[in-house]
């Protein structure tokens, strides 16, 4: 049985980063991943914002099952499900 943090490293992946006053900061799809924290944790390091992390929402879709949630970082660091 699959989790919603369950990706497969050929599905397509899309993460929006979207930061204080629902702006959207950053943008990328790509294939590799296999799980959801680790997309969203490369998005961040490829986006160079100067942000922290835990003001983000994550808005990650998986364009093979067409699957969206969103996700933000707690005050202990661990990236929880909001939507």
């Not at 990328?28 to 961040?44: D, K, L, P």
């Not at 490829?46 to 994550?58: K, Q, S």
Request: charged share 20%; with cysteine; proline share 4%.
């Amino acid at each position: 049985m699959e989790t919603f943090d369950t990706l497969k490293p050929q599905d397509s992946v899309s993460v929006t980063i979207w930061g204080p006053e629902n702006s959207r900061l950053y943008q990328s799809t790509n294939t590799g991943y296999t799980s959801i924290e680790e997309a969203v944790r490369i998005a961040i390091a490829n986006a160079g914002l100067i942000v922290n992390p835990e003001d983000c929402v994550y808005e990650v879709s998986n364009d093979a099952t067409l699957v969206s949630h969103k996700y933000r970082f707690n005050a202990h660091g661990k990236l929880v499900l909001i939507a």
